[in-house]
């Protein structure tokens, strides 16, 4: 070949090379784009079936669609499809979920407070120190409560594990409260940094108008074995501040102070406790299905810890021996909301069992859920906030609970459900993990 061929020859490999890579370069970042929008959007809940599957129902759930402000809605479910090998795959849809748009969460937050409550007599790692040793509470500050003694437990003394069913059983503040005291303000909020809970504070008591210095301060505390000091926990303070911008933390025109003393302007939550629906179901998908998490995600609780949860979430009160709850004050359906709506005269499914966490207050019902029917196979988890409160005065009971929240949420849960039994599975459930034998000698 003669020397200006060969130049050309060159040209030409050297020309083709260029596009051969450019090309592949573009296969590539077409590739790379596609890659990351599917990312986005299996990680991203589809904000388009709830919407089409709440306006399909126009007889249960039209008065709140066209209520100027939706009565707040915001809902999370997720679908769960198990393998081939029973691990779950999760799918979320969405409804006006909105992390920015705050709403008091209530008894909601005892939750993650009482885990929180079990990690760390788990890293504690003391001999002697469990969830079942005699917890006495002293004082230190102005308003602390002593504890002594808990006529609800089997022993009539205070312990961790009687506070935690308490909590799980009917949602009982003062168990939360010294739940609070015991892992302490500065604690609690690390630990849901370090689970990314990135849109909840947890900085006070509850029912007791816990507030400013108060809540940084909490009490010291000592837990036996056998009437031996097993460990005291000193009186805390927490220097931290926990600042949140969030739209909808002035609510309301008036508000009743604790005087019972109309005030003529909006109630100010700024300083109060904060958790978002989607950090709510994240507990609850976090500690029902520890396996999908990374190991340094998961929480520090033993097998053990995981099934004394599990129970006494799912476990109706009147089933339960010690603490026990009677009606008429107490009935199955007293806290769960969805599917039952907290109603006294609820008929309950025995193939249905709800694992769960209400909240209820200045007006917001707001339910944390998975819901298993054991007969037919059926799961999901369900999470949902819902506000009324017409004459816009907060303080004053008179909010349209039983109207207009509950009835919403029992409808949601029961058309989700009714969904989720015509729903096609590849695969079948094993759901033997969720199932126990409810007895009162327990």
């Given at each position: 070949m003669k020397?200006?061929?060969?130049?050309?020859?060159?040209?030409?490999?050297?020309?083709?090379?260029?596009?051969?890579?450019?090309?592949?370069?573009?296969?590539?970042?077409?590739?790379?784009?596609?890659?990351?929008?599917?990312?986005?959007?299996?990680?991203?809940?589809?904000?388009?079936?709830?919407?089409?599957?709440?306006?399909?129902?126009?007889?249960?759930?039209?008065?709140?669609?066209?209520?100027?402000?939706?009565?707040?809605?915001?809902?999370?479910?997720?679908?769960?499809?198990?393998?081939?090998?029973?691990?779950?795959?999760?799918t979320s849809?969405?409804?006006?979920?909105?992390?920015?748009?705050?709403?008091?969460?209530?008894?909601?937050?005892?939750?993650?407070?009482?885990?929180?409550?079990?990690?760390?007599?788990?890293?504690?790692?003391?001999?002697?120190?469990?969830?079942?040793?005699?917890?006495?509470?002293?004082?230190?500050?102005?308003?602390?409560?002593?504890?002594?003694?808990?006529?609800?437990?089997?022993?009539?003394?205070?312990?961790?594990?009687?506070?935690?069913?308490?909590?799980?059983?009917?949602?009982?503040?003062?168990a939360y409260n010294r739940l609070y005291e015991f892992v302490g303000r500065a604690e609690i909020n690390q630990k849901l940094k370090k689970y990314h809970l990135n849109n909840t504070r947890i900085v006070g008591r509850l029912a007791i108008g816990d507030a400013g210095e108060s809540t940084r301060h909490t009490n010291p505390i000592d837990f036996y074995d056998d009437n031996k000091l097993a460990y005291h926990k000193p009186a805390l303070y927490d220097t931290l501040n926990y600042p949140m911008h969030l739209e909808n933390m002035l609510q309301g025109k008036a508000y009743l102070d604790s005087s019972d003393r109309l005030v003529n302007k909006p109630l100010d939550f700024s300083e109060k406790n904060v958790y978002s629906l989607a950090d709510q179901q994240m507990v609850l998908k976090r500690l029902l299905?520890?396996?999908?998490?990374?190991?340094?995600?998961?929480?520090?609780?033993?097998?053990?810890?995981?099934r004394f949860i599990y129970r006494y979430m799912s476990t109706f009160p009147t089933e339960n021996a010690k603490p026990t709850y009677s009606r008429p004050e107490y009935f199955p359906a007293y806290c769960k909301f969805l599917f039952y709506g907290g109603d006294s005269t609820a008929v309950i499914n025995p193939d249905i069992r709800v694992f769960n966490k209400v909240g209820?207050?200045?007006?917001?019902?707001?339910?944390?859920?998975y819901i298993v029917d054991f007969k037919n196979k059926v799961e999901f988890?369900?999470?949902?906030?819902?506000?009324?409160?017409?004459?816009?005065?907060?303080?004053?009971?008179?909010?349209?609970?039983?109207?207009?929240?509950?009835?919403?949420?029992k409808n949601l849960g029961q058309v989700i459900y009714q969904y989720e039994l015509n729903r096609p599975k590849k695969h079948q459930p094993d759901l033997t993990k969720f199932k126990f034998a409810y007895s009162k000698k327990q």
């Open positions: 020397p200006k061929a060969l130049q050309k020859y060159n040209k030409y490999l050297l020309t083709s090379n260029y596009i051969a890579i450019f090309i592949r370069m573009k296969h590539f970042c077409i590739l790379l784009l596609m890659m990351i929008a599917f990312s986005g959007f299996a990680q991203q809940p589809d904000t388009v079936f709830l919407r089409g599957l709440l306006n399909s129902h126009p007889e249960l759930f039209s008065g709140i669609l066209k209520h100027p402000t939706q009565n707040e809605i915001q809902i999370l479910y997720t679908r769960i499809d198990r393998d081939k090998n029973n691990v779950p795959h999760f849809y969405s409804y006006r979920l909105n992390a920015n748009h705050y709403f008091y969460p209530a008894s909601t937050v005892k939750l993650p407070t009482a885990i929180f409550a079990i990690e760390k007599l788990n890293e504690l790692k003391i001999k002697g120190l469990s969830r079942k040793s005699v917890m006495i509470t002293d004082s230190s500050f102005a308003g602390q409560t002593k504890v002594r003694t808990d006529t609800s437990s089997a022993t009539g003394l205070p312990s961790i594990e009687n506070y935690i069913k308490k909590i799980l059983l009917v949602s009982d503040n003062h299905f520890p396996e999908t998490f990374p190991k340094k995600q998961r929480f520090n609780l033993t097998k053990d810890d995981y209820d207050s200045y007006g917001y019902d707001i339910d944390n859920a988890m369900l999470s949902a906030v819902v506000q009324s409160n017409e004459d816009g005065i907060l303080n004053d009971n008179k909010y349209e609970y039983a109207t207009v929240c509950l009835p919403f949420l």
